[in-house]
């Protein structure tokens, strides 16, 4: 699976994506995210408030607590606004 981070998400982990192949038991975004704050201490800091993130999976804007299922891309991102 591809993660990409995007603005200060990416500039805390310090890298735009990861390729990660996450275990059986990670079935949900928020899973994704709690399992990864133990790869290096920027995602520790990136991901501790999993309030502050937003997600899309397989380009589609997804809730934290939607399922994985077979995706091939996750994205992780802080809320945006339009103007």
Not at 40 to 57: E, K, M, N, S
């Amino acid at each position: 699976m591809r993660v990409l981070y995007f603005a200060w998400v990416r500039e805390q982990i310090g890298m735009s994506e990861e390729s990660v192949d996450p275990p059986e038991a990670v079935c949900t975004v928020a899973d994704l995210a709690e399992w990864l704050k133990d790869r290096t201490p920027g995602h520790a800091t990136a991901l501790r408030d999993l309030t502050r993130l937003r997600a899309a999976v397989d380009q589609q804007f997804v809730p934290l607590d939607s399922t994985l299922g077979n995706a091939k891309e996750v994205a992780i991102f802080p809320p945006v606004t339009g103007g």
